[in-house]
């Protein structure tokens, strides 16, 4: 069975099922305290307890949801990055789901799953876990998991596991959560590997993940008005056992992406060219759906994927890096996701020319550490725009400092697994005091930046409470918030013009621009923007005052201020109003009055995804 073929019978089975198909989300999730999708409940958080799934119109099916979906989502988690390279681990992966926001319960989810998984996939199931309880938590023994695994297959194993591995979420600042089972199947090596997870969504707790398992005070998990099943199985990993392969790259998914990297990287070690296609695969899916290779945090991924592809690619080849090396793999990846993620095929030249222009800049960056640990030269000292530290090696013994080496890694931004590999190429042998070194390098590097985090923000505040906002220094803290507060203004107008069928669906703003999402089903006319532009340059020459009021949740939205839906508020909410222009429920900060936002102007529009638009918009430096 191919990959595609697994695919499709996931979709047809549940819609049978009487589950509505809905298409992957973004990688890039509306909910502010969530870094990237890492799985398909993020775009349906908000139906288990604040919205109603079968009222809210969903912007990419244009119709409500109801109580049952089905979805194939594009997820990707840097909690593995390190492993990739191995047989199992990957950074980009789709995830197939099905999920019921007060729908069924735990009987249908389980039977479901049984019934895919046996007859459809025809897997012998190897063994299932249950949640054992958990007294501190208030979490019973999900006793009622195991019987109803038990009628399904008497002959079934089942092991009874703890909070770490059987309760999951939540994901972000809060979310919903809950008690979980897992099926396991054995690959052809004879290893166990989780497939299957199926959560059900009991609870809501009021904080991170984090939080829960620290038993952090004043939170408590409460039950959920809506409770119901999220599941999450991953493509790559099912098509492994499906396919008997001993390990993901061997499946009909990857094979061809392994091929492409192959020609060029010739039969080198196997970990390398792995990496490569993992991350590869990873970069034309966030490319594509908006991110570029930078220094902030989301952008940062990117980056660090080419780097690492491009380091692995340098371990072979030597400091002579062919800068074209990611465009077979690419024209390969687009190839074999084109049916299912048509939009590929339009980004294709712009993914290519974003992975080239990194690899050119980093080519540059990589040959400088190859002199920099080359043998030969005793003494060497680099200065780019960063002054880089100086390497010294004795005659016979090399003596590597391990907090250069931190340094380094810092400004080049690779991972240490592949910088180690580098250092060992250059026929460096880390030895204890070099890896001691490093590690108290990497533990004050992250005291400092900790203790950075917490001066700017107060504590984890203003991440949890705003979201959309970054900043790593004052001057930029200043024009962030000029942003945002133009980002207020835009919607305003937008409403005021377009109508009140408006809301917001996402917000990103950077040092340069906002970025603003919000539902409307046409192309908005040129003529339009520019009525919208012109409104809100008023306001700003207006020099109106920005007042900040608090209240409970409840009140701000009698009150009419606009909420995102998306988003889980706590009782007591910061209100944000300009006049009677704009009013919304926001954590902040934003400017004292509206002519601080300098000279506000659009430059582009276009479709984010269906019934969803984009607006981009600059103010005056
Ligand atoms: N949210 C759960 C997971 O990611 C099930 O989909 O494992």
Request: net charge negative; charged share 30%.
């Amino acid at each position: 069975m191919t990959f595609k073929e697994i695919r499709e019978k996931f979709i047809k089975f549940f819609e049978r099922h009487g589950h509505t198909a809905v298409p992957s989300s973004s990688l890039i999730p509306d909910d502010p305290s969530v870094l990237l999708t890492t799985a398909g409940m993020q775009q349906f958080k908000p139906y288990w307890g604040e919205l109603d799934p079968e009222q809210t119109i969903h912007p990419s099916i244009g119709k409500p949801v109801g109580k049952n979906a089905v979805s194939i989502q594009k997820s990707f988690r840097t909690s593995d990055i390190d492993e990739v390279g191995d047989e199992s681990h990957l950074t980009f992966f789709e995830m197939m789901g099905n999920f019921s926001f007060g729908g069924y319960f735990k009987k249908e989810a389980i039977a479901y799953a049984h019934e895919f998984l046996t007859k459809e996939l025809g897997l012998k199931i190897s063994y299932v876990t249950v949640f054992e309880g958990n007294e501190a938590m208030g979490v019973p023994e999900d006793k009622e998991s195991a019987a109803i695994w038990k009628e399904l297959d008497p002959a079934i194993r089942i092991e009874k596991q703890g909070m770490e591995n059987v309760f999951w979420g939540p994901t972000g600042a809060s979310g919903p959560c809950g008690p979980t089972t897992e099926v396991y199947f054995k690959n052809a090596q004879g290893q166990d590997i989780e497939t299957w997870n199926l959560v059900f969504n009991e609870y809501f707790y009021p904080g991170s993940r984090e939080e829960l398992l620290n038993s952090a005070p004043g939170k408590k998990l409460e039950k959920l008005k809506t409770p119901g099943v999220d599941t999450g199985m991953g493509l790559e990993r099912i098509a492994m056992i499906v396919q008997e392969k001993k390990n993901i790259f061997e499946t009909d998914l990857f094979e061809p992406i392994l091929r492409a990297v192959i020609e060029i990287q010739g039969d080198k070690p196997i970990q390398q060219i792995r990496l490569i296609a993992d991350h590869l695969r990873a970069v034309t899916f966030l490319i594509a759906d908006g991110l570029e290779p930078g220094i902030d945090e989301r952008n940062y991924i990117p980056r660090r994927l080419i780097r690492d592809a491009m380091t692995a690619h340098y371990l072979y080849i030597g400091a002579g890096i062919d800068i074209n090396f990611c465009v077979d793999p690419v024209n390969t990846i687009i190839d074999i996701y084109r049916k299912d993620y048509p939009y590929l095929l339009e980004k294709r030249e712009e993914i290519i020319s974003i992975i080239r222009k990194e690899t050119e800049n980093f080519s540059k960056v990589l040959k400088l550490v190859g002199n920099v640990l080359d043998l030969k030269k005793q003494y060497i000292s680099f200065s780019t725009e960063k002054k880089w530290p100086e390497v010294r090696s004795g005659t016979d013994i090399i003596d590597l400092d391990g907090k250069i080496l931190f340094d380094i890694r810092q400004s080049i931004g690779v991972s240490w697994s592949q910088m180690k590999m580098v250092i060992e190429k250059e026929g460096f042998e880390l030895g204890d005091k070099v890896l001691t070194e490093y590690d108290e390098a990497y533990k004050k590097h992250q005291e400092l930046s900790r203790a950075g985090q917490e001066r700017k923000f107060g504590g984890h505040g203003l991440l949890l409470d705003t979201g959309e906002l970054k900043a790593a220094n004052e001057e930029e803290l200043k024009k962030v918030t000029r942003l945002h507060t133009a980002t207020h203004m835009l919607q305003a107008a937008l409403r005021q013009i377009l109508g009140q069928e408006i809301y917001q669906m996402g917000s990103d703003i950077t040092v340069e621009r906002l970025r603003f999402d919000f539902t409307f089903s046409r192309k908005v006319t040129p003529e339009e923007l520019l009525q919208v532009e012109s409104l809100v340059r008023r306001k700003v020459s207006e020099n109106l005052p920005v007042n900040k009021t608090e209240m409970p949740i409840e009140d701000a939205k009698n009150s009419g201020a606009l909420t995102v839906a998306t988003a889980k508020y706590p009782p007591m909410v910061k209100v944000y109003s300009i006049d009677d222009f704009s009013r919304e429920v926001c954590g902040g900060p934003h400017v004292s009055r509206t002519s601080e936002v300098g000279e506000f102007k659009i430059i582009k529009e276009e479709a984010s995804s269906t019934g969803i638009r984009r607006i981009r918009a600059v103010v005056s430096p």
